[in-house]
């Protein structure tokens, strides 16, 4: 048993809970020690349907002894994490759920869960409606698209364990200049050019199955915009429709598949950065088209009020600065104001509503794709305003330092997507 929690809860083995459960010293523990298993936040699993699976196998393997502990076992499957099909197609079919009053009630507890509206799932007290967090679930950085020097297709990987690139499943078409999120497991492509128009489309990737589909179209067509999640909605923020900056927002709802307009921001942001800190998203710099200059402003929006409201500018004026959030902290990393373009960096503070220089990049970059994974603010590809970009450096904020990553992308690309992933056991 010890061995097993070791090997379950370990961050750094890279066995997984699926391997194991199909082991015969899962299939022999006791009650008790599965319970003791399936109940932890700490589980390093990819989806709640891999529990689900293990409590039926282990049940399965002595039916007879073993289907009258059906209903403690449920209690701590956290069935209202599922997805909807796998409720009814799997779950409500199963005859040992079937043969249950006790795993029926839990059955309409998270058919309940999945009708209500978000803010009242929040009430819903449930230790079956918490998320696992598993300690250090291993990531992976994904790359996707960018100019090469042309919108390309390309989705590369780096794995930051193996320390190296592998190539993915490539976007549907090609894609440059687009926001890209990673939200509910999957990653976003939204909007951005194709090479000939900036386009309102936008792919999904679902990594588990290394396969992109297409979602519903945002609202307005948009490049160099910035996108993020917030509340649980992707946003998607200003960029350039072809002919002018853009300071229209929009959202979408992963639920309905359905993308709607909010509060505008104050000013027309194209080659915009955001973040996420602290339940608000900042909308940092970019260019505005109406006085033709790059901007220092930022400003931020509360979903709450739905306004948007102007913060501490930066100390100088960056379009295509790469934005990331580390350590509830804002940094805004390089960019270009007119030719000149910055390998400088500041960080942003909320709660003391002010910006601070860090420690320069080692090569100046605009349009590159920035993301924050175990304490470190990675900065991927960009161009230094000659050349596109393939490696990539990381911020330790203890150290303030910038470190080139040693292995570089297979290509140099500025205004690519970049997020990072949850790596697909
Ligand atoms: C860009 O998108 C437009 C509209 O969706 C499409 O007609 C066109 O073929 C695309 N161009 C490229 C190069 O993919
Ligand atoms: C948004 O604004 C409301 C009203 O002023 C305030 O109560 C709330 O704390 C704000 N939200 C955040 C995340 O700051």
């Known amino acids: 048993m010890l061995i097993l929690m070791d090997f379950l809860f370990n961050s750094q083995t890279e066995q997984h809970f699926a391997d194991?459960?199909?082991?015969?010293?899962?299939?022999?523990?006791?009650?008790?020690?599965?319970?003791?298993?399936?109940?932890?936040?700490?589980?390093?699993?990819?989806?709640?349907?891999?529990?689900?699976?293990?409590?039926?196998?282990?049940?399965?393997?002595?039916?007879d002894v073993r289907q009258e502990f059906m209903a403690r076992l449920m209690e701590h499957v956290r069935l209202p994490l599922l997805p909807r099909e796998y409720l009814v197609q799997r779950v409500e079919e199963e005859a040992l759920v079937k043969n249950s009053s006790a795993?029926?009630?839990?059955?309409?507890?998270?058919?309940?869960?999945?009708?209500?509206?978000?803010?009242?799932?929040?009430?819903?007290?449930?230790?079956?409606?918490?998320?696992?967090?598993?300690?250090?679930?291993?990531?992976?950085?994904?790359v996707v698209g960018g100019q090469a020097p042309k919108a390309i297709r390309s989705v590369e990987c780096y794995d930051f364990k193996e320390e190296r690139w592998h190539q993915v499943a490539e976007l549907p078409s090609r894609r440059c200049r687009a926001g890209m999120v990673y939200m509910a497991g999957l990653v976003f492509a939204v909007g951005g050019f194709n090479g000939s128009l900036r386009v309102r489309t936008v792919d999904s990737y679902d990594p588990v199955k290394d396969q992109w589909t297409s979602v519903a179209n945002m609202r307005d067509r948009r490049s160099t915009l910035g996108a993020a999640v917030l509340n649980g909605l992707l946003y998607a923020v200003g960029g350039f429709d072809g002919s002018t900056g853009l300071s229209s927002v929009e959202?979408?709802?992963?639920?309905?598949?359905?993308?709607?307009?909010?509060?505008?921001?104050?000013?027309?942001?194209?080659?915009?950065?955001?973040?996420?800190?602290?339940?608000?998203?900042?909308?940092?710099?970019?260019?505005?088209?109406a006085s033709r200059q790059c901007l220092s402003t930022v400003e931020c929006y509360n979903a709450t009020t739905n306004e948007w409201t102007y913060i501490a500018e930066?100390?100088?004026?960056?379009?295509?600065?790469?934005?990331?959030?580390?350590?509830?902290?804002?940094?805004?990393?390089?960019?270009?104001?007119g030719p000149l373009v910055r390998k400088s960096v500041e960080v942003y503070d909320p709660t003391t509503n002010a910006w601070r220089q860090v420690a320069d990049m080692n090569m100046c970059r605009r349009n590159a794709g920035v993301c924050a994974v175990n304490g470190?603010?990675?900065?991927v590809g960009g161009d230094d305003?000659?050349?596109?970009?393939?490696?990539?450096?990381?911020?330790?904020?203890?150290?303030?330092?910038?470190?080139?990553?040693?292995?570089c992308m297979s290509t140099g690309r500025s205004y690519a997507g970049v997020t990072v992933i949850d790596k697909p056991l």
């Not at 509206?117 to 079956?128: A, N």
């Not at 993308?259 to 194209?270: D, I």
């Open 20 to 63: 194991v459960v199909l082991s015969e010293e899962f299939l022999n523990l006791g009650i008790e020690q599965v319970c003791s298993l399936i109940s932890s936040d700490k589980l390093t699993i990819s989806s709640e349907e891999k529990v689900f699976e293990a409590v039926i196998a282990w049940v399965n393997h002595d039916k």
């Open 251 to 289: 959202a979408y709802n992963i639920k309905s598949n359905e993308w709607f307009h909010v509060a505008p921001m104050n000013t027309r942001r194209s080659s915009v950065g955001v973040g996420v800190v602290g339940g608000l998203l900042y909308a940092v710099g970019g260019y505005d088209g």
């Open 314 to 337: 930066m100390s100088t004026r960056r379009s295509g600065a790469g934005v990331g959030v580390l350590n509830n902290l804002l940094y805004a990393v390089g960019g270009h104001d």
């Open 376 to 379: 470190l603010l990675y900065v």
């Open 385 to 407: 305003g000659s050349c596109n970009l393939a490696s990539v450096e990381y911020y330790n904020p203890t150290t303030d330092k910038w470190t080139v990553v040693s292995s």
């Open 103 to 142: 795993c029926k009630d839990y059955l309409i507890e998270a058919m309940k869960y999945h009708l209500l509206p978000t803010e009242q799932r929040i009430l819903m007290k449930s230790v079956r409606t918490r998320l696992r967090t598993p300690m250090n679930l291993p990531k992976l950085m994904v």
